[in-house]
């Protein structure tokens, strides 16, 4: 891959990784009625947690930490589970406000 690639992915991902932490942080604070709380500061973390995974999950196995590597894989799909569940969450919440399907 050559550099100008691997910024645009770079720079696509980092994008998706703020607009998911904002849209945790902006649900759990409307949930918890605008008090901030350990679960508003708590949901964009999860994100950034299972975006730093894959990073992980790399430098592990090249120092040859083969069991923490491991350990880091199987716990990336069920972060990512998380997340895309939590986005899902979002995403109805938004529609049943907006009166959709009322």
């Known amino acids: 891959m050559n550099k ?30 605008g008090q901030l709380s350990y679960l508003v500061i708590a949901a964009p973390l999860a994100a950034l947690y299972c975006a730093l995974i894959p990073a992980a999950i790399v430098h592990c196995w ?10 880091w894989a199987v716990s990336w799909p069920l972060a990512l589970l998380l997340i895309f569940f939590a986005a899902a969450e979002r995403v109805q919440l938004t529609i049943f406000s907006f009166g959709a399907f009322q």
């Open 4 to 33: 100008t690639f691997k910024l645009v992915l770079f720079l696509l991902s980092a994008v998706c990784v703020v607009l998911e932490c904002v849209g945790a942080y902006e649900m759990v604070l409307k949930q918890e009625g």
């Open 62 to 71: 090249r120092q040859k930490c083969r069991t923490q590597a491991g350990m």
